[in-house]
């Protein structure tokens, strides 16, 4: 089993609904990092969270540390939203262990 | 304020061979990690540099090199190459270890025939 699970693997909406991308890790974090991933490799990243939300423009991510549990939710979904999501675990001082994760197509 | 670059983009070399790839941090980043992301897979973590000094390896063989540099730049050299080393190879920085968001590079794809 992974330390950092991802679900769902593959993810397909239609413009304008409301996702959400699920993250379990089962060791012990200092910080969860989501990273947007597009074709080509480049890697951005998104929030890094410790408790707690955050919130930058249509994007939501949260995290229950008791239940090593985090979410990312993208409101009113858009087509340039498609990408592959990564979440990330920073167990020891920025080493971070990445789920598989989730691929994301938004259609028009 | 200039971005994480990697470079090259792209090199192919082959099996045996040994390769060099260099990551320039951002400005006012003293610490470098790379990270090898095989195809479909998610990115894994090789080893990190803080201040010139390897600060952690993850499960990569020896031949997995690196070196940061006083102007906290960083190479990663791999030796004796095998066909299994094909990935796209990320660097990121961050402004110091630990609870600090990564910049990331656009990655060097290497491919091992």
């Known amino acids: 089993k992974n330390e950092v699970e991802q679900s769902p693997q593959n993810l397909t909406a239609q413009e304008g609904e409301f996702i959400t991308i699920n993250c379990s890790y089962s060791?012990?974090?200092?910080?969860l990092h989501w990273l947007q991933q597009h074709p080509g490799g480049g890697i951005v990243s998104l929030f890094m969270?410790?408790?707690g939300k955050k919130k930058h423009g249509r994007l939501i991510a949260t995290i229950n540390i008791q239940e090593k549990h985090s979410s990312l939710h993208i409101t009113a979904s858009h087509p340039r939203d498609s990408a592959v999501y990564i979440c990330?675990?920073?167990?020891?001082?920025?080493?971070?262990?990445f789920g598989q994760g989730t691929i994301l197509t938004v259609h028009p | 304020e200039t971005g994480v670059t990697q470079s090259p983009t792209h090199l192919i070399k082959t099996r045996g061979q040994q390769v060099t790839l260099r990551c320039s941090s951002q400005?006012?980043?003293?610490?470098v990690s790379w990270y090898q992301q095989a195809l479909g897979q998610g990115p894994q973590f090789i080893f990190q540099?803080?201040?010139?000094?390897?600060?952690g390896r993850g499960n990569f063989p020896p031949r997995f090199s690196g070196l940061q540099f006083p102007n906290y730049s960083s190479e990663l050299n791999v030796n004796a190459l095998e066909l299994d080393d094909s990935a796209l190879y990320l660097c990121?920085?961050?402004?110091?270890?630990?609870?600090?968001?990564?910049?990331f590079g656009d990655g060097t794809r290497l491919s091992i025939l």
């Open positions: 990330a675990a920073d167990t020891s001082y920025g080493k971070l262990t």
């Open positions: 969270l410790s408790s």
């Open positions: 540099y803080y201040r010139e000094e390897e600060n």
């Open positions: 990121a920085s961050s402004l110091d270890r630990g609870n600090q968001p990564q910049h």
């Open positions: 060791v012990g974090i200092s910080a």
């Open positions: 400005s006012g980043h003293n610490t």
